[in-house]
């Protein structure tokens, strides 16, 4: 089954990259300088931050749905980063080398499936899901530290 995997949109965090130390504290968000490669996974571009590279570490509601699995959790972004633009059946390389949660979701944000797989083996549980037909969308999670990764839909 064709997919699309869908980067997070860098508009509701551009505003932070001007924001002080104080400020972002405010906004559940804290700048931080990514010191290792792997370690600092951008949501935007879907590429893994170079050393010396600043990111913002912000809090993202990913699951905004009415619902039980109503969820956020921490997200890096990195300063001008470039949306990913993938083509339907990419997955990026950052996804490769991590632990990766799958979760299915339907049109009512009620969990119908979930999974942990290597990232090397992600296509088969992402064909897999999105084969039932109550599937809406899946949301893929670094499964160790739990974050948000992206959204994968039908393509």
Known sequence: MSFQI???DPAAFAPLFAMS???LSGQFARRVIADAKPGYPCRVSLQDAEPGETLILAHFMHQPANSPFRSSHAVYVREGAVPAELDPGDIP???SHRLMSVRAFDTAGMMRDADVVEGTSLRPVIDRMLAAPETAELHLHYARPGCFAA????A
């Not at 959204?151 to 039908?154: G, M, P």
């Open 151 to 154: 959204r994968v839909t039908r």
């Open 6 to 8: 869908h980067a997070v």
């Open 93 to 95: 390389a950052q996804f």
């Open 21 to 23: 130390e104080d400020e």
